[in-house]
Nanobody, 121 residues
Framework: QVQLVESGGGLVQPGGSLRLSCAASGSILSIRTMAWYRQAPGKQRELVAVIANGGSINYADSVKGRFTISRDNAKNTVALQMNSLKPEDTAVYYC???????????????WGQGTQVTVSS
């Protein structure tokens, strides 16, 4: 089993910044992709950013130029630096990891518990 622990959420004013972090632990052989999703009240969960093995990155159009995703392969962590935050960014943010577990040859999908980000004056 793979566990994901998220941190860094909170309340910020419009234009402010937050940095989210997610640490993966367990019997992990390798991590293929790490991603951040978010779900705002009354809306479906959406992909915010994803970083794949090798470093290729994709962002949602709504966050391009403002958010930056990064990973530390040695520590099995992923971070999301969020700048120029807008009220529309208010949501619960979830870490997601696709990994290969020790003793298997197939991918495992794991979700974090979520961390609240609120952008309000």
């Amino acid at each position: 089993q793979v566990q994901l622990v998220e941190s860094g959420g909170g309340l910020v004013q419009p234009g402010g910044s937050l940095r989210l972090s997610c640490a993966a632990s367990g019997s992990i052989l390798s991590i293929r992709t790490m991603a951040w999703y978010r779900q705002a009240p009354g809306k479906q969960r959406e992909l915010v950013a994803v970083i794949a093995n090798g470093g290729s990155i994709n962002y949602a159009d709504s966050v391009k130029g403002r958010f930056t995703i990064s990973r530390d392969n040695a520590k099995n962590t992923v971070a999301l630096q969020m700048n120029s935050l807008k009220p529309e960014d208010t949501a619960v943010y979830y870490c997601h990891v696709r990994s290969v577990v020790v003793g298997t040859r197939s991918d495992f999908l794991s979700w974090g518990q979520g961390t609240q980000v609120t952008v309000s004056s």
